[in-house]
């Protein structure tokens, strides 16, 4: 079946540092895949998503590039802030076929400290 | 803006009760989903509904049940909670031939003592 695997946490950086998160999935077909965060205390948002190969989904200056050939996901950002602080979640989800679940990944809890 | 609530931020409940979470979304989804969320396991899917009265079990349905008599509400039952069932629960829904990303609720966090 489906999976995906995120690089362990947690992560601690300090603000304006360079953050690259992995992901891996594997997967049959062509998924689409986005990356959710999770801010404390709330349910997951919707941060970039990518639905095709070398689509590249970017949002709030986080990036994700869709690589089929390394079947990988990274999220990256060039300066983190302390407001990003928060658990980043990995996923891939398949057509209606499937019933459109979405497979995540263990997620990794972010840190940025001043 | 969707909008997924969830009846509860905090509940507590005692091994043996029958323990009801409710979730309702107000974009008029066909999909809606129940998650249980675990530190170093993500999220997992307890089940979900492609439209009223529809169920399917997603990875983890033992030791729950699920209705769905109204598009938007979706519940979660519980019917003997147990300690192991202590977790963060969370609802979603999207629209049925959208792009499959799903909107959240911002979660349950039930404690079984």
Known sequence: GDSVTQM???????????????CTYTATGYPSLFWYVQYPGEGLQLLLKATKADDKGSNKGFEATYRKETTSFHLEKGSVQVSD??????????GET???RLTFGEGTQLTVNP | ???????????????????????????????????????????????????????EKGDIPEGYS???EKKERFSL?????????????????????????????????????
């Open chain 1, 85 to 94: 602080s928060a658990v980043y979640f990995c996923a891939l989800g398949q």
């Open chain 2, 77 to 113: 039952i519980l019917e003997s909670a147990s300690t192991n069932q202590t977790s963060m629960y969370l609802c979603a829904s999207r629209h049925y031939g959208t792009p499959i990303e799903q909107y959240f609720g911002p979660g349950t966090r039930l404690t079984v003592t």
């Open chain 2, 1 to 55: 803006d969707v909008k997924v609530t969830q009846s509860s931020r905090y509940l507590v409940k005692r091994t043996g009760e029958k323990v009801f979470l409710e979730c309702v979304q107000d974009m008029d989804h066909e999909n809606m989903f129940w998650y249980r969320q675990d530190p170093g396991l993500g999220l997992r899917l307890i089940y979900f509904s492609y439209d009223v009265k529809m169920k």
């Open chain 2, 66 to 68: 699920v209705s769905r």
């Open chain 1, 8 to 22: 362990e946490g947690p992560v601690t950086l300090s603000e304006e540092a360079f953050l690259t998160i992995n």
């Open chain 1, 98 to 100: 499937s019933g459109s």
